[in-house]
């Protein structure tokens, strides 16, 4: 938007009523107004005037830059009563650890929503307090556009949900929301461990000391509800739970009282609607989203819904039009915000998972919880706090964390880089050929600490498709010695690893690129699975259930192909227990209908699955490790679940598994993944964190700086990445010379080392002023 500047409205919008006075519904009528005065707006609110909920907002620069373009007067208010800060503290066990370099910027809600009224009353906008909207469909008819900014409990929405199809998720942790008369010098995490549990604090200030008061903070009190319950904050007065959570954090409040504003004990609910409008009704703020208090975004997003909203108004010639283009923009800024708030919710539920950490490493992790702040972010706003993560993680001066060497068993890997293993689809009857050669040799030559080989098939009809590589012939086993040779002898100090697996019933189909899971057309071979059940029914082939013998048969075929492997010279072995493969469909109840002694209870799941694990381990070199991947889950009901994986590595890792390869789902068709950055990390994270179990962490983990991250802040202790070498092969030398690493944990081959430099590029730096003349 181009400032507030009037221009005539399309002729459909002219009375605008807004449900609900809070500031997302506000500031979209004054932007209105501003926009077309002659519209007629009016602004209802079951409130009065005075009354708020909360205390402090906080809103980012990028909010308040599109609030000085649209509308200035409205910024100029704003900016004379913001409380500024930078750092951000983390206090545990007494202890306070300070990084600067963030930049907030706070208010008192009171105190917006005072100046968002006299925005309003200037611009002739009629506010309606103390006085309940009609239903939404009632103002719908005699009115151009209804905005629905009524809140999270959104009678709008509830009313036609039909349409807008709300989904609405309660989390599992307990706040309150309340203050303290005195500013706080910077945003607060603080952690108390009490007799009863775990809780935390999260403190800002939202008004600077001024006319002899000390000015004023936010303060959150939060813990899981199993704490809340048995601190008995249920059964307490309103008054009595202020004065003990005063008590808990007396030092962070320095011994003086909480105050309260209605406020009650409650549990987040994150609200997702598949729709934002109905006709001539659009949601707004938290009535369509909400996204977790702790990445501090509510009125943020509602803010900037308004300014969404009101732009699309403008370009656009039609209501209709406006509308979809108002969620079309809107929604994928939403759903990016509402991952990092999901990350973040996440990260604070499970905080006293990571009690254990040192104290530098667990201010890192919160700091980079909901995946925004980076290694590499936190380094450019406060590198003396990186640093100080790095020298108590022990990480060598100058070394980015992920070319930090790994020790598993008697192998050393010289970085923290895996290829992942990724089906290529080129053998020919099982044998891998030049093809793999350029392949796995190209990204063994560029810099990873481990290359894996893709799911290499234990036996012609356990493999998915024709292309699939095999480890069950002399043939075989030479073809792979070649390639592993030619990768030890090119790159020095690389490893190779080989996963082993069975397709199960996802075999006999074609080539990825000619029909994935789609049967062959002629020439299928028959499917074994621990039950007849197809993986895509009515399309794929039904399975024979395995039995005892059959059991046996596959057994000894791992074990031959891991002898083979071990003569192959590979570093390492991987058991392939995931994506709905034979042995995935033991583990998952989904895939295991068995009522045997294989079926049933998740012990009884994973009996088959643990003996391949034993007999292979037997055979395996006892100086070469072993991990196993799993679906961590199968993002489907009834299904694998985070707590049954926690139970599965659990019960690998007690057989002598050295690392747990955490993937998620494949398991069945019709699964629904959470896709988004790193979105499988956090599943790793709880396995590493929860077992103390090294952990392989996969899943759309795209960039350099994401592996610093999570191996820094104990997330996980290798990354694998598949895509980012299939676009690059020298990924990793070419991350560590966009870093400025030359060291151990990134050689390049001899004939390469000419260009471990980034190429130089065009100058785009004008030259600097040498002389100001003055008078």
């Not at 001024?210 to 809340?228: F, L, Q």
Request: glycine letters at 10%.
């Amino acid at each position: 938007m181009a400032g507030a500047v009037a221009v005539s409205a399309p002729p459909a919008v002219r009375r605008v009523a807004v449900i609900g006075g809070g500031p997302g519904g506000l500031y979209a009528a004054a932007l209105l107004k501003c926009l077309d005065p002659a519209r007629e707006i009016t602004v209802w609110e079951r409130n009065a005037p005075e009354d708020t909920f909360g205390f402090g907002v906080v809103l980012s620069d990028e909010t308040l830059g599109g609030i000085e373009h649209a509308d200035p007067l409205v910024h100029r208010a704003l900016s004379e009563e913001f409380v500024r800060w930078d750092d951000i503290e983390v206090v545990r066990d007494g202890r306070t650890l300070t990084s600067g370099g963030h930049g907030f910027a706070a208010l008192g809600r009171r105190r917006l929503l005072e100046i968002l009224h006299d925005r309003c009353r200037t611009l002739g906008i009629r506010l309606r307090f103390r006085t309940p909207a009609p239903p939404a469909a009632e103002l719908a008819a005699r009115h151009d556009l209804v905005i629905a900014a009524d809140g999270i409990h959104s009678a709008t929405r509830d009313a036609h949900a039909e349409v807008f199809r709300p989904r609405v998720t309660t989390h599992r942790c307990r706040y309150i929301w309340l203050a303290a008369d005195f500013a706080f010098d910077a945003f607060r995490f603080e952690v108390a461990e009490t007799e009863h549990g775990v809780m935390q604090l999260h403190g800002y200030p939202y008004a600077r000391p001024r006319d002899g008061a000390d000015g004023a903070s936010t303060v959150i009190v939060e813990m899981p509800e199993e704490v809340w319950l048995r601190a008995g904050f249920d059964r307490c007065p309103a008054h009595t739970s202020v004065e003990r959570c005063a008590a808990v954090f007396a030092s962070a409040l320095g011994g003086r009282p909480l105050r309260t504003n209605r406020s009650q004990w409650t549990a987040f609910r994150t609200v997702v609607n598949e729709r934002w409008a109905h006709g001539n009704t659009v949601l707004l703020g938290d009535a369509a989203h909400t996204a977790h208090f702790s990445i501090g975004s509510g009125t943020k997003l509602a803010v900037e819904d308004a300014l969404a909203l009101a732009a699309c108004l403008r370009e656009r010639p039609g209501l209709d039009e406006a509308l979809a283009a108002y969620e079309a923009e809107r929604r994928p800024v939403v759903e990016s915000t509402q991952r990092a708030a999901a990350a973040s919710l996440r990260w604070f539920e499970d905080l006293a998972r990571y009690l254990p950490q040192p104290p530098r490493q667990f201010a890192f992790n919160l700091l980079t919880r909901s995946r925004r702040v980076t290694h590499d972010n936190l380094r450019l706003r406060d590198p003396d706090f990186v640093s100080a993560v790095e020298r108590e993680a022990g990480v060598a001066p100058g070394t980015p964390p992920m070319f930090t060497p790994f020790r598993m068993r008697g192998l050393t890997l010289r970085n923290r880089v895996v290829v992942s293993p990724m089906d290529m689809y080129s053998a020919e009857d099982g044998t891998p050929g030049d093809f793999h050669l350029v392949h796995l040799g190209a990204r063994a030559m560029g810099g990873a600490g481990l290359v894996m080989t893709e799911m290499v098939c234990v036996s012609p009809e356990g493999r998915i498709t024709p292309g699939c590589a095999g480890l069950y012939t002399p043939g075989q086993e030479a073809a792979w010695r070649r390639i592993v040779d030619f990768a030890h002898q090119r790159s020095p100090g690389v490893a190779v690893g080989v996963q082993l697996g069975h397709s199960g019933r996802k075999g006999s189909t074609r080539l990825m690129w000619e029909g994935i899971d789609d049967p062959l057309p002629a020439g299928n071979w028959p499917l074994v699975a621990p039950s007849p059940l197809p993986y895509r029914p009515g399309v794929s082939q039904l399975p024979q259930e395995l039995d005892r013998a059959g059991m046996t048969a596959v057994r000894e075929q791992f074990v031959r192909a891991a002898r083979r492997a071990a003569d192959a010279g590979f570093d390492l072995l991987e058991l392939h227990c995931a994506h709905g493969y034979l042995l995935s469909g033991f583990l998952s109840p989904l895939t295991n209908h068995r009522t045997d002694g294989y079926g049933g209870s998740l012990n009884a799941r994973l009996r088959y699955p643990l003996e391949v694990f034993e007999a292979v381990r037997a055979v395996w070199p006892a100086e070469r490790p072993m991990t196993v991947r799993i679906s961590a889950t199968d993002w489907a009901p009834g299904g694998t679940t985070a707590e049954d994986a926690v139970t599965v590595a659990a019960a690998f890792r007690a057989r002598g598994a050295d690392a747990i390869d955490v993937s998620t789902g494949q398991v069945v068709p019709d699964e629904r993944p959470e896709f988004g950055r790193s979105y499988q990390t956090p599943f790793a994270d709880r396995i590493r964190n929860e077992l103390c179990v090294p952990v392989i962490a996969v899943g759309a983990i795209s960039s350099w700086d994401d592996v610093n991250s999570l191996v820094l802040a104990g997330r996980a202790d290798l990354c694998a990445l598949a895509r980012p070498h299939l676009y690059d092969p020298h990924w990793t030398l070419h991350a560590a010379a966009e870093q400025g690493y030359q060291g151990p944990g990134a050689p390049w081959p001899p004939p390469y080392r000419a260009g471990s430099r980034r190429p130089p590029t065009g100058r785009t730096d004008a030259p600097k002023p040498r002389l100001s003349l003055d008078g």
